[in-house]
């Protein structure tokens, strides 16, 4: 299995929900590979069942898998370590403090493993407190850049900002997004974010000049009777990507 197609090298990636194997292979073809394809573990009730399903959209997407928690679940950390290290996806998702045992697992540095770290309602710091335990504490609010460098300890890749809000916590993204530039590390602007505003966000990463961008785009753009993200508007969030690297 290829471990690093072509959008490891990309500006920016899009992350967007797929409800089931077809579901991911329309989405993939609608931003023409440019997407990693989140699947939750929170959906499965144990580790074998989510391997079994996710080898599937791994074998029909070019491994486009991203293996995701559910709406940033710290409960779900230790099963996304385990599997992960099973399945070697292109991305993983984590809350902070499971970085370093994903990579531990992993055994690779390739794949793309983001740490989440949440707003605080003030430009420059961020709450690291995302884990299992330590999210049931008062917030860990520290400078962004001791964030950054710490996930860059545990073999991080990127910073999950979440929950966003879409452009409620502007300030204190356009400080991440800087801090984030300078240190040569990527982002993932995560929560709120729709057609309307996915520009907007999008920009603000390119302009501050981080390496690469994966904006995850969820429920915004997944039709509502049937669950599936629609391929339309990925192609269309596709269209708006091309138009900002142009």
Request: hydrophobic share 40%; glycine share 8%; aromatic share 6%.
């Given at each position: ?57 791994q074998q029909e ?68 407190a995302t884990g ?115």
């Amino acid at each position: 299995m290829q471990l690093k197609p072509n959008y490891l090298d990309d500006k920016i990636c899009l992350n967007v929900l797929a409800n089931s194997v077809e579901n991911a292979k329309e989405c993939y073809e609608a931003a023409e590979g440019h997407v990693v394809l989140g699947v939750l573990t929170k959906n499965y009730d144990r580790d074998e069942a989510a391997i079994e399903d996710m080898k599937k959209y791994q074998q029909e997407t070019n491994n486009a898998l991203s293996v995701g928690l559910g709406a940033g679940d710290p409960n779900q950390s230790e099963m996304v370590s385990r599997v992960s290290q099973v399945l070697q996806p292109q991305h993983v998702n984590q809350v902070f403090t499971g970085v370093g045992t994903s990579r531990a697992l992993l055994g690779q540095s390739d794949t793309v493993v983001n740490g989440l770290m949440s707003p605080t309602g003030k430009a420059g710091f961020v709450n690291i407190a995302t884990g299992p335990k330590s999210s049931q504490q008062p917030a860990a609010e520290v400078p962004v850049e001791t964030a950054i460098a710490l996930l860059q300890d545990m073999g991080g890749t990127s910073v999950k900002f979440f929950p966003m809000h879409g452009l409620e916590h502007e300030a204190e993204f356009k400080a991440v997004a800087q801090a984030c530039a300078a240190a040569g590390f990527n982002l993932e602007p995560t929560g709120g974010i729709t057609l309307d505003n996915f520009e907007e966000i999008v920009r603000i990463a390119v302009d501050a000049g981080v390496n690469q961008i994966i904006p995850h785009v969820y429920s915004s753009i997944i039709d509502k009777s049937t669950g599936n993200t629609k391929p339309e508007d990925v192609k269309k969030l596709y269209e708006i990507v091309k138009n900002i690297l142009a």
